[in-house]
């Protein structure tokens, strides 16, 4: 870490980074478990093991099958799910290849109007029914609008407040994952996996879908327009007596490099580009030549932003993302889930984002389908008893651990999946088998608890 | 967790004078944004702004909300600074207050009201008997 007058601890920097990352994460779990709880309830009429989706368009689970059937039916259903994944991917590849980005971006507004209006409008329909809120329904309908159109553009717009997006995002994340419980058991647990083995393949195979679609991002120097939660970068407080330069440049110039970039690209200077790629020291090196070549710019605007750029473009001695030193733009890895189009439709078509990577701002971002996979994960452990909840959760948020250590310092997009899900599904097993009896014979017999 | 003081630390105190070539000025800046240098610049605001107050015409309160929250530091400082962009901001918020205190009695005359006040309609307009009727609730 870097010495300043103030020193910043590591919990200022790299702690911050990661609570800013998994805060979110945990809320979503915590709110697809409140979901869970209260609706799935004995006393509630919604059944579970009646929904007909593309997941269990092979097989649908009944409870008077036995083991091998309800494996071998999990299996192919999830099977057929992933090759209908990987299908929908390679299609978004194409897209993005030949430039469909109006689409794509369209398409992206349009799965999240679906989400937010359909499935969370029949969520609060659930809810309303159950605790019996006599809501009438021009309140419902105006509630309902507002919140679906102001959700629709905090996804499309490029500019609404942090808070907002993130907060929708989240929002998104876990309507998408309550509706994945409503699966049934066996086919979500073997999806889980399968879709973590599909991560892995996906973002680290060298013809994997999600990993030409990152470098086909990255060579373009584009984002892809995509559902991803991205934590806002941290600055540091302490490293400019001048609280304001120091905080306001740390944040302003990787969010300005970004739109410099943007502005430049067709003027033809390449100057942003390759100092992106250049490594710490060279960063520090030409922090002169810029001033130079874009002090064209008239815009006081501009100029005023270039100054901060060079002046805060020391390193930050932050996090991997955090340092200023390559701004590698490792954006993201995609998912799109199918809509079935089986009458009604519960699941929806969205673009979401798997993986976890760089932004071009410095800041982490992590994935929609990570956020939905990982509630779906602890939704399922919430169906049978809350010590699976804390167990699993315990472990996805260790997986999460390991693969930002993995980010840090592999520093490319990794797949967010594969661990987590491999330890949550562990822990799952590990506490129903071995340490439900434990707990239950420990309270029986009043030793502990 | 997501109100750090960086917003606080770029937008507070203070003005930052730029001049024209004026590269060093240490002067801080007011930013018209609650996401302070990570927001918008005091141009593009007044587009926002602008546009988030048309458009919260079309029954979107929330909207309205959205635009206050957005611009508080222009809502909160002074009223010569951001005069543009203020006069939405206001305009947003007094809508805002308006429509969710209509909202607001309405909805609680239905449900204290109930079937007293409005007799057998009630049962037609409370949501969950919408739903069945319509059968929303069925998608499984």
Known sequence: MDESPKPITILDSLGEEIIRIIAPVSTCMFLVVLLVTTLNSPSSSSSSSSMSSIATIAYSEKSSDSIWSKLTGALLNSLIFVAIITATTFLLVLLFYFRCIKFLKFYMGFSAFMVLGFMGGEIFLFLISDFGIPIDCVTCVVILFNFTVVGVMAVFLPKMPILVTQCYLVVIGMLVAYWFTLLPEWTTWVLLVALALYDLAAVLLPGGPLRLLVELAISRDEDIPALVYEARPVTNQGLESDSTLGVVGRNRDRRVWKERRDVDSDSGSNLNLNLNSSSNPSLGDNSNSPIEALSSVNDNQNEARLVIVEEGSQPSGGFVGGSSASELVAPLIERVLERPDVGEAELNQSIEVEGIGLGSSGAIKLGLGDFIFYSVLVGRAAMYDFMTVYACYLAIIAGLGITLMLLAFYRKALPALPVSIALGVLFYFLTWIFLEVFLVQCSISMLMF | ?140
């Open chain 2, 1 to 140: 967790m997501e109100r750090e003081p960086e917003e606080g630390g770029g937008g507070g105190g203070g003005r930052r004078h730029v001049g024209e070539g004026g590269l060093i000025s240490r002067a801080p800046r007011v930013w018209p944004t609650i996401d302070g240098p990570l927001g918008l610049t005091e141009e593009d605001s007044e587009a926002y702004a602008r546009s988030f107050f048309k458009y919260g015409f079309f029954l979107l309160p929330w909207l309205w909300a959205i635009n206050c929250y957005y611009f508080w530091p222009v809502f909160r400082s002074n009223p010569r600074s951001f005069p543009r962009i203020r006069r939405y901001v206001i305009g947003s918020a007094i809508g805002f207050v308006t429509f969710t205190v209509l909202l607001f009695s309405w909805a609680l005359t239905f449900a204290i009201g109930g079937e007293r006040l409005f007799g057998p309609v009630w049962g037609q307009l409370v949501m969950y008997n919408v739903a069945d009727r319509l059968g929303l609730t069925g998608w499984n």
